[in-house]
């Protein structure tokens, strides 16, 4: 097998296989989330006809404009595109002839790299790989991931049937291309890479640098998927190994470069929630109909009630209190749900928030300065709120106990209440009745629970009980959460 580009498969590729490939990707970008429907699968099957497989990165670029929506789809299309359409089959042809992966060679190899003696391969790759980098050759980048791969990445081979494949994490971690950044820096100040400007500083330089092995190390990870697609198949390889977009990743698994990532969205959700809403008010602000005076109407056209009248609302934008709690990996979730309604406020009569670990302080005032530094938000309330007692455990029947003796009065009869948190009260009292005093109040009361309904009442988890006084929804993306608050928020 070669690593034959697109355009040399073009003449043996057939009109069935194309379109398999294409619809594959649909089918794989919407399982994805993506909204890709009927009319853009033909708008991308014309732009495959013209396009052709003569030039891969243009077809890559024609069916994105057919099939996306907003940039933030890219990277999950990208992704998924270099699935359906690799830049080639089997082995990169630079590999072959070398030593295999599974052959008395590598075994070798990789016994002498655990004892720390010299790996030749593996020294070899690097020099060349901080060659390439420092002239900034992506297409020797590129082939020199397919080399890492096919020399460092095979893994399981002659175990168990269908256990084996090629992992970009194991080629990763004995290339360390990451360490090249001196070796490469020092390449560039020499002026051994041609066009890179003299004046640059060694800060903006090793930033460049940084930059460059994080797309070497994306080519990795493409080139090992491409690899195990072949195994184990495109469709389920598209499905399992392509990482979601934003929206999608739960709140409680993201880490701190997803987090930031999802801050990003807040702007762009708010804007269609605020949409939304605005929408869903207009048509409230009609009423329901107005029998007697359509009747009345009907009697100019023959009875026929052509111009229905309704009785007019004049509905009030409401009032939002959020209850949140900012302990551990709930934080995530709390802050975002926080700057997205801050983002909404003026969609809503009074916005106050308050946040909580084991007692209850308001951070409305926070919430509206942390505009500057959306990211240091959970870690500016813990510091500058009271949000915790003698300890830094969650205890939600506490919080709630504070909230209703102390902070009633902003909740009233126009008010919904959010309450963000996974309920996990660390086997302490719920305080059940604080919470239905709270409800007796509120216009609405809502729970949004970041983990799925199945470890609800698991554990040290209170949220059975806590469903049992106020409606209590699973929240664990951003997706979801836009929906749950279009829908739930009255108008």
């Avoid at 504070?402 to 309920?423: C, K, N, Q």
Wanted: hydrophobic share 45%; aromatic share 4%.
């Amino acid at each position: 097998m070669t690593d034959r580009p697109a355009p040399a498969a073009a003449a043996t590729t057939g009109a069935a296989d194309l379109a398999a490939r294409l619809t594959g990707l649909v089918r794989a970008l919407r399982g994805h989330g993506l909204r890709a429907g009927p009319a853009e699968t033909v708008d991308a099957a014309a732009v495959l006809d013209v396009l052709g497989l003569t030039d891969r990165e243009q077809l890559r670029a024609g069916l994105a404009a057919a099939l996306l929506r907003s940039e933030a789809q890219r990277a999950v299309y990208d992704a998924t595109f270099d699935l359906y359409f690799p830049l080639g089959v089997g082995a990169p042809e630079s590999a072959r002839g070398g030593p295999s992966p599974d052959g008395p060679e590598h075994a070798d190899d990789a016994r002498a790299a655990a004892r720390g003696l010299a790996d030749p391969v593996r020294e070899d790759l690097r020099e060349r790989l901080a060659a390439a980098l420092a002239a900034d050759d992506r297409a020797a980048q590129a082939r020199l991931a397919g080399e890492a791969v096919a020399a460092f990445g095979r893994y399981g081979a002659g175990s168990v049937p269908g256990s084996d494949g090629w992992s970009a994490h194991q080629t990763l971690g004995r290339l360390a291309p990451e360490t090249l950044l001196a070796r490469v820096l020092a390449a560039l100040r020499a002026g051994t890479a041609a066009d890179t400007p003299a004046d640059l500083s060694d800060g903006l330089l090793a930033d460049e640098i940084r930059r460059r092995v994080q797309a070497f190390r994306a080519m990795v990870g493409t080139e090992a998927r491409r690899r195990v697609a072949e195994v184990r198949g495109t469709e389920r390889i598209a499905e399992r190994a392509v990482a979601p977009s934003a929206d999608r990743i739960d709140f409680l698994a993201a880490g701190r470069d997803q987090l930031t990532e999802l801050r990003r969205t807040v702007h762009p959700l708010a804007r269609k929630l605020a949409t939304r809403l605005a929408a869903r008010r207009r048509r409230a602000a009609r009423g329901q109909i107005d029998l007697r005076r359509t009747l009345r109407r009907s009697l100019s056209t023959g009875g026929v009630p052509l111009r229905p009248a309704y009785r007019l609302r004049r509905p009030a934008r409401p009032e939002i209190v959020l209850l949140c709690d900012v302990s551990g990996s709930v934080a995530g979730f709390a802050d975002f749900t926080m700057l997205l309604v801050r983002a909404m406020s003026e969609q809503f009569s009074k916005v106050r928030v308050f946040a909580f670990v084991n007692r209850t302080a308001e951070v409305t005032e926070l919430l509206a300065g942390s505009g500057a530094d959306p990211a240091g938000l959970a870690r500016r309330i813990l510091t500058e709120a009271k949000v915790m007692g003698h300890h830094g455990n969650s205890d939600y029947g506490s919080a709630l106990g504070e909230f209703a003796d102390r902070h009633l009065d902003a909740v009233g009869p126009r008010t919904s209440v959010l309450i963000l948190g996974d309920a996990r009260n660390n086997h302490r009292d719920p305080n059940l009745s604080a919470l239905r005093r709270i409800a007796g109040r509120a216009r609405r009361v809502y729970w949004l629970n970041p983990e799925q309904p199945s470890l609800w009442g698991g554990g040290d988890s209170a949220a059975s009980a806590y469903a049992e006084v106020v409606e209590m929804h699973s929240c664990r993306n951003a997706r979801r959460l836009g929906e749950l608050i279009a829908r739930l928020l009255p108008v």
